[in-house]
């Protein structure tokens, strides 16, 4: 097993992360110029339906081969035997359930997608092992070149078919190709190592093993869909596609800061740490760093963002994505907690703290359930928007409570001090914001250019007079 550093495991995902995102970004912005809104919607119903299945598909059993260090050969062929068999099973369960959600939203195109995409979720399922393996013996440079490669190459092939009329079939086959081809990479790189064969018999061995660490993690994930679908799944239904797809493009947009910091450092963490599960002083100083490089950023860029909507659209996707300005406003002052929140489950993980994960995870989907229902009854996508940016910043201090006074035992109060300057900076980014606001050009890239200029500015005079540079200074230190 290799012997690696949290900082220098992110710095390997962080190249291979970056390089996929300045793709995906491109490749985005592109298919934003060729397919409409309601192609988007389409695909993010299907994917709301899809990421449920999915948690069954996994069931926490990742996290717990990641967790557990003694499990052997005959153990992983063992669970993958069982993941084979199941995961045929859920793909051939998703292409029946395809005909109940043409029937929910009145439309017959999601029966072909449906079975097409149940291609996807017998993929994944298969590949749940392999990954977990890989990620278990920390081989973040091949999985890095791997995150790289594969989403190059299949979003050209998307936009291929998307230029030759393909439509929402476009989205759809790029999920298809990028599962099945991870699959092959993934299973020719571990089979031979970690003894991936066909298990006489479905035993259950190797699951029972992990069974009381990976419940929690699937009641986590079960109960966190809801939290992250119940919008799409309502807007879908309530205002169609096409207003699915400016809330959706809005959502993703706002995720992409997540995609590029806080999802480089994640899938790193508990690899790292848990080797540490006994250590939760250990644990919680090396967290607190990483939380506070992520709250400055995450402050500098929901404000930005939140300024810089109109121009972001449309820059990003062009003017037929203008409605997606209010929502994206909204969503944005959401960035910063969503850089933190993002982080906590990885924690809890390495932590052994399944249990608390979960419970976090059910007090956050009540709350952004009564978030989103309140904007569906007022029939106002604006506040189901806005709602769902007090909802994430509520529960920003909710799991940080439960993370880190009752699983790593540090008092709160003293956490959260740590972060007043950021209140500071806030302030200061508003008011520069409002500030410049009539004083901007009304060509984009200018707009956009003198904006971030200035919010830079500010943010350095902050870093400066507050010495919260040393957080930046802190990611250079070899112990890290």
């Known amino acids: 097993m290799a012997n690696i550093s949290l900082k220098k495991a992110a710095l390997i995902n962080a190249a291979s992360k970056y390089t996929s995102i300045l793709f995906s970004i491109a490749f985005s912005m592109i298919l934003a110029r060729i397919l409409t809104p309601e192609d988007y919607g389409i695909v993010a119903v299907t994917t709301v339906f899809t990421n449920f299945f999915s948690i069954f598909a996994d069931m926490g059993i990742s996290a717990g081969i990641i967790q557990y260090k003694k499990l052997t050969r005959e153990d992983n062929a063992s669970i993958f035997s069982l993941m084979l068999a199941f995961g045929l099973f859920l793909g051939l369960l998703f292409c029946g359930f395809s005909f109940f959600i043409a029937e929910f939203y009145r439309n017959d195109v999601y029966v072909p997608i449906g079975f097409l995409l149940g291609l996807t979720l017998f993929g994944s399922t298969l590949n749940i092992v392999p990954e977990a393996l890989l990620l278990k013996d920390k081989r973040f440079v091949m999985l890095a070149k791997r995150n790289v490669i594969i989403p190059f190459i299949t979003s050209l092939m998307t936009i291929g078919l998307a230029f030759c009329g393909w439509k929402y079939y476009a989205l759809v086959m790029q999920s298809i190709l990028s599962i099945w081809i991870t699959f092959v990479v993934n299973f020719y790189t571990t089979h031979k190592d970690y003894g991936l064969y066909l298990y006489h018999g479905l035993t259950g061995r190797g699951i029972r093993k992990i069974f009381g660490y990976s419940l929690y993690q699937f009641l986590f994930g079960f109960i966190n869909y809801f939290a992250r679908n119940l919008d799409n799944l309502l807007i879908g239904r309530v205002w169609g596609e096409a207003a699915l797809g400016y809330y959706d493009k ?28 006994d250590d939760k002083r250990y644990i919680y100083e090396k967290y607190v760093k990483l939380l506070k490089f992520l709250s400055l950023v995450g ?14 659209i449309a820059f990003m996707f062009g003017p037929q994505w203008t409605a997606s300005v209010p929502y994206f406003e909204m969503l944005a002052l959401a960035v910063w907690s969503q850089l933190q929140l993002t982080s906590t489950g990885s924690i809890f993980q390495s932590a052994g703290s399944t249990k608390k994960l979960f419970i976090s995870g059910s007090i956050n989907t009540v709350i952004t359930a009564i978030a989103i229902l309140a904007g569906v009854f007022n029939d106002n996508l604006w506040e189901v928007s ?12 909710i799991s940080m409570y439960l993370l880190i006074h009752q699983c790593l035992g540090q008092p709160y109060l003293a956490f959260l001090k740590n972060f007043l300057p950021e209140i500071i900076l806030a302030l200061l980014l508003c008011i ?18 003198l904006r971030f200029i200035v919010f830079a500015i500010l943010f350095m005079v902050f870093c400066r007079i507050f010495h919260q540079f040393d957080y930046f200074l802190l990611l250079r230190r070899k112990n890290v």
Request: hydrophobic letters at 50%.
């Open 250 to 277: 809005a959502y993703r947009l706002m995720c992409y800061p997540n995609n590029s910091l806080t999802h480089v450092i994640t899938p790193v963490l508990q690899p790292i740490l848990s080797d540490y599960q």
């Open 299 to 312: 402050v500098f860029l929901s404000f930005f963002c939140y300024f810089s909507a109109s121009d972001i």
């Open 386 to 397: 806005r709602n769902v940016m007090i909802a994430f910043n509520i529960e920003f201090f």
């Open 432 to 449: 520069g914001g409002f500030s410049i606001q009539a004083y901007l050009p009304n060509q984009v890239i200018l707009s956009l250019f």
